[in-house]
């Protein structure tokens, strides 16, 4: 079982950090809820957006591994 598990959110496109490293509850599941904010377009002109969760994982020696995960925003004509 890890030790530490963070989490940030960056736009791949410019580089904008989204949410810092984020702690998450370490057991044997966790669970990371975006919030609004944090699923947010950076863009005001890009029709959609790339965005990357890393995932910190520290292992019981101190090792640290990551994963990461894209996901896709798509804006929506009309909608704030």
Request: glycine residues 6%.
């Amino acid at each position: 079982m890890p030790s530490q598990v963070q989490y940030e959110i960056n736009d791949l496109l410019s580089g904008e950090q989204i949410a810092q490293f984020t702690p998450i509850p370490v057991g044997t599941t966790s669970e990371v809820v975006v919030t609004s904010q944090q699923n947010r377009m950076i863009s005001l002109t890009r029709k959609f957006e790339k965005h990357q969760v890393t995932f910190q994982i520290t292992d019981g020696f101190g090792d640290v591994f990551y994963a990461r995960t894209i996901f896709y925003i798509l804006r929506a004509p009309g909608l704030q």
